[in-house]
């Protein structure tokens, strides 16, 4: 039998292996045969493999990049990748969310940021954030939760060319907590210990997008992990085996974890939800 779902992957690694298998799990439990899905990498793929595919699954942002600029039209649906990062990919390639084009996103809404907010630090009244080149487009959005979270939002903009430190001095100085948005721009792997560093001195909480920042860190993480990633996918695409399109709009994980760090909460002398 030909496979009807390709799944490509922008590389080998944990994570987005277990998103595949998690997604091959959940397929299987409602009744699609393995056989019907084929599982490559985007150098595996390249551009002239069989086309014949009723969907293809991209995980990441190489193989969303890949699919998206393909000549070839299947429909794609792109997962494990940031709204930003998607948002991008359709920029450049001038190409439009539809029935046949469509994600799931891998960060979280910000009235989900927000929410946990003032659930588990109900005395927060300043929630700091630091803007970068591709969150930036989203702050309008995080402005108007403003009225129905109570919160003033203390925010910087960052530019990619300038040291990060007064942005961050300014913003810890007039905040509670300090939410971090996924933006590469900002936090990367050459920046983040220096902003967990400064914000624990200034004993100012870190609500951030990845369990691996907390292990660093942060307080707190809101995240979706690959594995809940991949039963969502497989929702779709039993969808679109059964004749459904695409859903005509992008979305957001609807099942998410929360990591915590307890010394972390200790030494600020928070108890969360209290």
Same mark, same amino acid.
């Given at each position: 039998?030909?496979?009807?779902?390709?799944?490509?992957?922008?590389?080998?690694?944990?994570?987005?292996?277990?998103?595949?298998?998690?997604?091959?799990?959940?397929?299987?439990?409602?009744?699609?045969?393995?056989?019907e899905v084929k599982f490559v990498t985007v150098s595996e793929w390249g551009e002239g493999g069989d $086309?014949?595919?009723?969907?293809?699954?991209?995980?990441?942002?190489?193989?969303?990049?890949?699919?998206?600029?393909?000549?070839? $039209?299947?429909?794609?649906?792109?997962?494990?990748?940031?709204?930003?990062?998607?948002e991008r990919i359709l920029r450049v390639s001038g190409r439009k969310v539809s029935g046949q084009l469509s994600a799931i996103y891998l960060d979280q809404p910000l009235s989900r940021q927000v929410a946990l907010i003032r659930l588990a630090l109900p005395s927060v009244r300043r929630v700091g954030v630091l803007w970068g080149t591709e969150s930036f487009i989203h702050a309008p959005a995080l402005r108007s939760l403003a009225p129905s979270s109570g919160f003033q939002f203390v925010e910087a903009n960052v530019i990619a060319s300038e040291p990060l430190f007064p942005d961050l001095k300014r913003v810890l100085d007039d905040s509670?907590?300090?939410?971090?948005?996924?933006?590469?721009?900002?936090?990367?792997?050459?920046?983040?210990q220096n902003v967990?560093?400064?914000s624990f001195r200034a004993r100012v909480p870190v609500l951030a997008f990845s369990p691996a920042y907390v292990r660093a860190g942060a307080l707190m993480a809101l995240y979706?992990?690959?594995?809940?990633?991949?039963?969502?996918?497989?929702?779709?695409?039993?969808?679109?085996?059964?004749?459904?399109?695409?859903?005509?709009?992008?979305?957001?994980?609807q099942n998410f974890s929360v990591a915590v760090h307890e010394p972390v909460a200790r030494s600020l002398g928070l108890a969360l939800g209290a």
């Open positions: 039998m030909a496979a009807s779902v390709l799944v490509v992957s922008s590389e080998r690694n944990a994570a987005y292996g277990e998103a595949a298998e998690s997604l091959m799990t959940e397929l299987e439990r409602g009744g699609v045969a393995r056989t $086309r014949s595919f009723k969907l293809v699954v991209t995980l990441g942002f190489e193989a969303a990049q890949a699919l998206v600029a393909s000549e070839a $039209r299947p429909p794609v649906l792109s997962a494990l990748l940031p709204r930003s990062s998607f509670d907590v300090l939410l971090a948005l996924a933006d590469p721009t900002v936090f990367n792997s050459n920046t983040i967990l560093l400064a979706v992990t690959p594995t809940q990633v991949g039963q969502q996918v497989a929702f779709v695409v039993r969808g679109v085996l059964q004749g459904k399109p695409l859903p005509s709009s992008p979305s957001y994980a």
